[in-house]
């Protein structure tokens, strides 16, 4: 249907989430559809969209379960794989002094 990311994405908009990435992949029909998909729903020219998504530390349960169902409404199929470890840190980074970084130059 015309306009499904914008809404999708719109989703996330509404409640403040970062998305992070968005990946798209055509949608097989038959035995290489998605487990859960109903049958019948594939078409030529259907995508799967998968979006990495950047959940905020204040979000509740009952906050990610709203996401959830106005996830489910505006798609035929949505699965969550899980969550995983951020590869970045909240921590502020302190500035290395000079004496710092002259010991590390000389230590290698």
């Not at 798609?75 to 290395?96: I, M, N």
């Not at 000079?98 to 000389?106: L, P, R, S």
Request: hydrophobic content about 35%; some cysteine.
């Amino acid at each position: 249907e015309p306009g499904s990311i914008h809404r999708l994405l719109g989703c996330f908009a509404m409640r403040n989430g970062d998305v992070l990435k968005v990946e798209t992949r055509p949608l097989h029909s038959g035995h290489r559809a998605p487990p859960g998909l109903p049958p019948g729903t594939a078409r030529l020219w259907d995508y799967l969209f998968y979006v990495d998504y950047c959940v905020p530390p204040t979000q509740t349960a009952q906050q990610d379960a709203r996401l959830q169902d106005s996830l489910a409404e505006f798609s035929l199929w949505h699965r969550d794989f899980g969550v995983y470890p951020s590869q970045t840190t909240r921590v502020e980074k302190q500035a290395q002094s000079w004496a710092d970084m002259v010991d590390i130059m000389t230590k290698s």
